[in-house]
């Protein structure tokens, strides 16, 4: 078969021909030939990726892709997680993604802040092409993202995968583009005021637009919500799970609360200073419930 490239020089050799060799006579005629075999041609090769496209969806429905699953965790630096990984407070994550996986020790981001290096994960590339520079303000958040049609979920449905985001989307995106579910993804569970996990402190933005108030730590929702995406869609799958971080009130940007932070278990973490904070918290800012009557308890059919 021929090449797109090689049909487009036959054809521009075809048009060459008509101007020098052939009489005005039969020019108009021959010229619109050539302008209908030049619009066949396209539309064969349009047609040809339109199959490819179906191919694949239908190769990844029969269980021939290769299952991915990306955890993006928040705020936390490469030294912190390797102090802790050394003093075996994350024994499951060493033994089972650590010690039988791949370590990048050459990886490098574009922009060391939040959404910054969200937005550039999900497009591969850099700030000035996102949109995104910073985690707020006006060159920061996810209203200043647009790339919304061409970023890795659009790409791995194209390739026949099914698409889930569970956690933290971006910055401020509640309220960037309304709450909805984004485009490229099959499954959108949205947890919004995340950085507060205690049961009915945070909510969860769901596919049609709803919101839940779960009734569990927000470790556990992620849990069986990744349970109920696998039930769903259990061949073929791109999965991006985000937590939010503990550390840290969305309000207060760049202040750690490392010193008020409760260690619990973890008390001989101790996390490697970072830069100067902006301010200091003596006590997390007081947060009033949200009255019982507003939660809905949710069940796995909710996830």
Not at 167 to 179: E, F, P, R, T, V
Not at 188 to 199: K, T
Not at 218 to 247: D, G, M, W
Request: hydrophobic share 35%; net charge positive; aromatic share 14%.
């Amino acid at each position: 078969m021929f090449s797109p490239i090689a049909l487009d020089s036959f054809i521009i050799m075809y048009i060459l021909y008509i101007h020098i060799l052939v009489t005005d006579k039969y020019k108009k005629y021959l010229f619109s030939l050539a302008i209908l075999i030049l619009l066949l041609v396209g539309l064969f090769f349009s047609l040809q990726l339109v199959k490819q496209s179906q191919d694949n969806r239908s190769s990844a429905d029969q269980g021939n892709g290769t299952n991915v699953v990306v955890f993006m965790v928040d705020d936390l630096d490469s030294a912190s997680f390797y102090q802790l990984v050394n003093n075996n407070k994350l024994p499951n994550i060493k033994r089972y993604l650590i010690d039988k996986g791949a370590t990048f020790n050459n990886s490098f981001v574009t922009e060391s802040v939040c959404c910054s290096s969200r937005a550039t994960f999900l497009t591969g590339m850099y700030s000035h092409n996102t949109g995104v520079y910073n985690v707020a303000g006006a060159e920061g958040g996810e209203k200043n993202f647009h790339q919304y049609s061409n970023n890795l979920p659009i790409w791995m449905q194209s390739l026949g995968y099914h698409t889930g985001m569970i956690g933290k989307y971006m910055n401020l995106d509640i309220n960037a583009h309304g709450s909805g579910i984004r485009p490229g993804w099959d499954y959108w569970r949205n947890i919004q005021g995340g950085y507060d996990s205690r049961p009915g402190m945070y909510s969860v933005i769901t596919n049609d637009n709803s919101v839940i108030y779960p009734d569990y730590y927000q470790a556990k929702y992620i849990a069986k919500t990744v349970e109920n995406f696998l039930n769903q869609y259990p061949k073929n799958f791109f999965l991006y799970i985000t937590p939010h971080s503990p550390s840290h009130q969305p309000a207060c940007l760049g202040c750690h609360l490392s010193s008020q932070f409760h260690l619990g278990n973890h008390q001989s973490f101790q996390p490697i200073p970072r830069f100067q904070r902006v301010q200091t918290i003596s006590k997390r800012p007081s947060q009033k419930a949200r009255p019982q009557k507003s939660y809905r308890h949710i069940s796995l059919q909710d996830l």
